[in-house]
Nanobody, 124 residues
Framework: QVQLVESGGGLVQAGGSLRLSCAASGRTFSRYAMGWFRQAPGKEREFVAVISWSGRGTYYADSVRGRFTISRDNAKNTVDLQMNSLKPEDTAVYYC?????????????????WGQGTQVTVSS
């Protein structure tokens, strides 16, 4: 069983930066691929970024590649999402996600655990 708690959301102007953090409970955190998804009003939840259990593998959605960076610290049971050059279209609720499988499986939306979400609002 894994519980995920996100933090770090907020309001920022276009071009600014935010760092989201996800704290995970559970002794087997290092065995899980981790990732971030987001859901904007009136839209379906979409993949943003994933990271392998070791941290050596990452994959990003085309819309955020080059602007966002995902990282993890298995000693602290955390996974972060550094978001730079934010755009109004990045406005959404961001969810931390975990899967006990390869991170490519997570990227395709096969999620074992979700966090409760944190709001990110980017003003123009």
């Amino acid at each position: 069983q894994v519980q995920l708690v996100e933090s770090g959301g907020g309001l920022v102007q276009a071009g600014g930066s935010l760092r989201l953090s996800c704290a995970a409970s559970g002794r087997t955190f290092s065995r899980y691929a981790m990732g971030w998804f987001r859901q904007a009003p009136g839209k379906e939840r979409e993949f943003v970024a994933v990271i392998s259990w070791s941290g050596r593998g990452t994959y990003y959605a085309d819309s955020v590649r080059g602007r966002f960076t995902i990282s993890r610290d298995n000693a602290k049971n955390t996974v972060d999402l550094q978001m730079n050059s934010l755009k109004p279209e990045d406005t959404a609720v961001y969810y931390c996600a975990a899967t006990y499988a390869n991170y490519d499986v997570l990227r395709r939306g096969n999620v074992d655990y979700w966090g409760q979400g944190t709001q990110v609002t980017v003003s123009s």
